[in-house]
């Protein structure tokens, strides 16, 4: 089997990371609106930004990706990482790449001195909670949120 690379995304990637991100709409049954799209992909590349993107590489095809938001915390001194997104295509799943982008973000997290890493996953995402619970622990917060128009 080919070595994952993991890769910071550059201007040239977004033909590659957008299939992704769309298959990363469809798991989830939502649509996000293109501007949104656009902008969110602008905030990637701006070095201003706390928001991040890195893609998963088997050789020349990118299988998968997470997006990181880097943020300060009122619990610790140092920022804390938020892993906002992380998916893998159906094809590339079960062998390794959802843990080599996850120790990416790991990675990446302990060279900018941030104390902790955490994200959310929906309770029906049985078969990447298996690997979640081999990586993290659960913090035991239940997540609420609401949406204004």
Not at 20 to 35: D, R
Not at 117 to 130: D, G, I, K, P, S
Request: aromatic content about 14%; charged content about 25%; overall charge negative.
């Amino acid at each position: 089997m080919q070595s994952i690379e993991i890769k910071a995304i550059e201007h040239k990637d977004f033909e590659v990371w957008l299939p992704l991100w769309k298959a990363y709409q469809q798991f989830y049954e939502v649509e996000i609106p293109e501007t949104v799209t656009l902008q969110t992909w602008e905030r990637f590349l701006n070095t201003g930004e706390p928001m991040h993107a890195a893609l998963a590489m088997l050789g020349e095809q990118a299988v998968g990706f997470v997006h990181t938001i880097f943020h300060r915390s009122t619990w610790t001194a140092s920022d804390d990482c938020y892993l906002q997104d992380l998916f893998v295509a159906a094809d590339g799943r079960g062998k390794g790449i959802g843990r080599a982008l996850i120790e990416h973000v790991y990675a990446d997290a302990r060279s900018r001195g941030v104390s902790r890493v955490y994200w959310l996953t929906h309770e029906t995402n049985h078969n990447a909670r298996q690997l979640y619970d081999r990586v993290a622990e659960r913090s035991g917060f239940i997540h609420y949120r609401n949406v204004f128009s």
